[in-house]
């Protein structure tokens, strides 16, 4: 998978997370900059991303990602 | 980084910054370190009297401070003293006051006996107005440590800052805690300014020794330990008092005559001294009027006892302005929150004072036979006594009578007199009875001074200072005579 | 030592000198000495044994994470040749033979009474021989067996006073000593799971055993009627505190977030840290952990923010809180002779109590770290002007919040048991209810924990916990309707009058669950709110309210307290750091700022004879 495809597939999975069909994201985003992302989001974020990917994630990971680049990058070392 | 330059810049404004703050601390704890009870201006004038003018010093508690006036003893023999005591001083406390006092190396001790048969620590207020006026010295840790004994950890911490106590009277501060105290008389207190019955007298030096509690007993003895190596001689002094701690007293007075120290008992000389009724307050402790007594009697047995010298005549001693600037100041106080009549009278009775005297309503039921010899010794002849509901007013100056108006009984009439001081001040005096005009006006220099309550109006006037000191009202309709001004 | 009092005021005046005064290498040396006799200055001192127990332990099991588990011992030296050697391996025999010799000066009564040599001799030589006999990879082993040894006897000699706690000191050091030089050069010998079983079961079990054994006994009898007396066991100072702290880094460890720290002291020293002994902040290792072993010159800057931010607690501690905890305690006290709105007065006051108490301690503690350098995690950040309980509980205990969270909600959500819950809801129940349900039961997990950690008892199982997470929940279920509701009565929700509503509607939620923190039992509190439906607001004006136990200069005094408070709040909300606010304005207005401060402490503040300023609420934690 290379990453634009990872990325079309995030989008998606943040699209359905916080039912919103016109969110965009992009390699910069933050949990500041899109208002319901708060820390139940995130697990919820993660959880929806590990089923879509086939991926899990470890702890490390959890509590380390910064931004959606960063979940990205990760997602194409894992899958 | 930080240069040399910005190093000295902060050390500077470090030390600053700590010194500003300490200075304001200081005056914090200075001014929350007042209290009515404590003297705090008379252990700094203690702290401020030249060593060689200082040849007696009187230690005790309220005992001393209301019994003992430096004022009067100065004025009648010339004896330069200094008062050190504080409201219920603890017990515990008088070693350490000894060790003050010696700091001025005085040639007599005068202690009075009483306060060594009070309470020891227990009353923390008290354990405090003692620490906060004592000056820093090994001697003030080693009263602390004493006094502190039985109280806890934090409560200890007393001892090193007046603040930690205070911090809770911060909202009871007035007027007071800001500005000089108008009656501490070089440390004679002016509590006592009422007061009946008399002392007991030579029969309290007969009475069977009984040996005090322990810890009093402790007290006594660290205070004699101390006392030997003083150069100056000590007095252990019992003031007229009410005898109910005679017996203690017999046992002390023998202990400390052992030790070589000398004792007086004034109660055997209540008669040489003149006590009498209005000159006792109650328990050990005289009315203004009685402690002026003791003060010229004991003073002058000291003079004579001790071969203290008399100052007066002295030349360079400097403190004689002082002493008799405060005298001035005590007398006008004395005068103007008299509050017994008798003594009132008897205390204006002097060529300084004119007293003017105008009654309103009723002035004769609650007089009585002394207040009517006072009356007399002032030059009034004929006096209101006797004759209800009468109108009067009278004038006289230094004991002569300057004029005299009375009506018969349940006159309607009143009576008015005018004249003039002996210093060329125009007065006028206007008095009604209850049936006449029913007012009493006494005017001084066109202005208007009487307090027009029921009873005698008395109107003072200094004849050295030239001004009016004191209007006082006595309702001497009713027996106990209360004063209004 | 309560931070308030005067003892700690003198401790904290020693050891900030010698700890700039030490070379930088040793600076952790000063720190580590000075929680050892932090913890050692405490009422009941035995119980450094049970944190020195825990630490070891976590220490040890957070080393088992490091690399593969090795079954065989680690290549260790070989003979005593190998350069400087011989030294090295005298090592243990004479740290041995010290701790005997120590070890019989304790048990003889008085120091130099060894009656007769011979035992002394006997016992010396008998160490010595041991030596000899066991082969020299043991050798530090038989070292901390012997400082185990040490240690239960200064428990059992013990005697209070200052020479039982130095003894106790020595002997936790000489422990931490032998386990450090233990396990030099070795690798992992236990497999991960088993490290991790190991060391949460001690912690957990520490925790459970000396905090909630009351608790845990109580419901024992109730369920099975039985009557076994709770222990009174001492629990140590700080221990939910530093127990937190040392599961953060054992989990950290175990999942790869956080290096293992090799050497023992440094572990006791991030993990009971003294500042953080009275109550927290819980620390993380990765933000503070090297910071503490770093070590730092003398800054100018940090030591005097420092002590202003002391100060401020102080402030806040002694003038404000005390204050307001003398009206509380009336109004509670009595609620026959206090209805209706005095009740309710008595809540909101209780939470301003609450929030200085724990705030200004907070700001002591993490004032006096930073003058030695360090920044600690910050545990408030103006809580009262959130909009939401989940916000406030951001703003409120932040470290605790974020252990719970981290350690807690996280590991819960992520289980198969979740996963496979959240696929039954979702395919019975539709995606809206999958996304919302799972987490409101992970949640639910975290806030009865939340209000367990609180407390042994139920009343803060209900109060602390549940109440908080019904809160919580139901603001987010009925989050939509909500919206609907604002958007049809037009209500501008961006502007000041609504974000006041919103905080007042959080600060009265906080404040009715706060009841249950503070009232006695659950009993108690449902009776307080009846009591509290009387009608008598003319409390407010006829001057009752200065007949609560502050007269109405202390009154006034509490509340300009508060207002002051509320101002640096406001300042902090918009500006960030109020001491950086106040270091630009000049001189004179800063110095009557600090030393206005500094007087209102020293003649406002409750202290001395006849307060009980040193009755923190959280410090039997």
Redesign the interface.
Known sequence: MNRTEIFEKLTEVFRDVFDDETLTISDATTAGDIEDWDSLSHITLLSAAEDEFGVKFDMKAVHGLKNVGEMVNLIGRLV | MVNAKTKWIYAVRCMSFALVTALLLLYASSVLSNGTDNHKFLFQDFYKASKNEVDVVYIGASGASWNWNPTVAFRETGLASQLLASERCPADAMPYLLAEAAKKDPALYVVDVHRFLGATSGDLAAVQSVLVNLRWSRNRLDAADDMLENYSEEEKIMKYSPLYFFHSRWNQLGARDFETVPYDFMGFSMRALSGSGIPAGAESAAAEPAAPKEEQLENLNLFLEKCRGLRGKILFVEAPNDGSLAQYERYIQNLVTQMGCDYLNASEYIDEIGMEDGDYQGGHHLTVYGAEKYTVWLSQYLERAYGIPDRREESGFREKARYEQQYEAYQAYKISHGVMLHKYLESVASPRYCVLIAVKDEASSGLDERDIEKLRNLGFIQTPAGVYRASYAAAESGGELIDEKITAEESGESVAISGILPDGTPFSLESGGYKASNHASVCVDGKEYSVNGRGLNIVVYDNLDHKVIDSAAFDTFLSNKPVTR | MSVTS?AFFVFFAVSLPVYYLAPRRFQWYALLLFSLVFFLSSPEPRTIVYAAVSILATWYCARQFDGEAVKSAAPERRGVKAGGGFARALLPGAFSLALQALLLWILNAAPGDLSGMRPVVISLAAVLALYFLIPSRWHWRLAFLHSVVFLVFCLLRWAPGLKGRVFLGAGVAALFFAAARCSRGRGPRLNKKAALALGLTINLGMLAALKYNGFLVGNLNRILRLSIPAPQWAAPMGISFYTFSALAYL?GCY???TEAQKNPGKTALFIGFFPILTSGPILRYGETGPALFGGRRFD?KAVTFGLQRMLWGLFLKLVVSARLAVVVNTIYGDTETYPGFYIWLAAALFMFQLYTDFSGCMEIILGASECYGLRLPENFRTPFFSRSV?EFWQRWHITLGGWM??FV???V??TGLW?RM?KWIRAHWGKRAA?QIP?YLG?LCVWLLMGLWHGGAWKYIVGQGLWFWACIVLSRALEPLFKKMTALLRVNTDCFSWHLFQSLRVFALVALGNMFFRLDSICMVFRTWRAGFSYNPWIFFDDSLYLLGL?R??FTVSMLGLAVLLLISALQEKHGSVRELISRQNLPFR?TV??GL??AV?????????YDAAAFIYERF
Request: glycine fraction near 12%.
């Open positions: 005067f989990l999942w790869g977030d100018y989940q969270r981290d909600l996280y590991p959500l992520r996963k959240t996304k987490n949640m007269d200069k202390n110095w600090y030393i500094l007087l020293v003649v406002l503040g409750q202290y001395g004879p006849g």
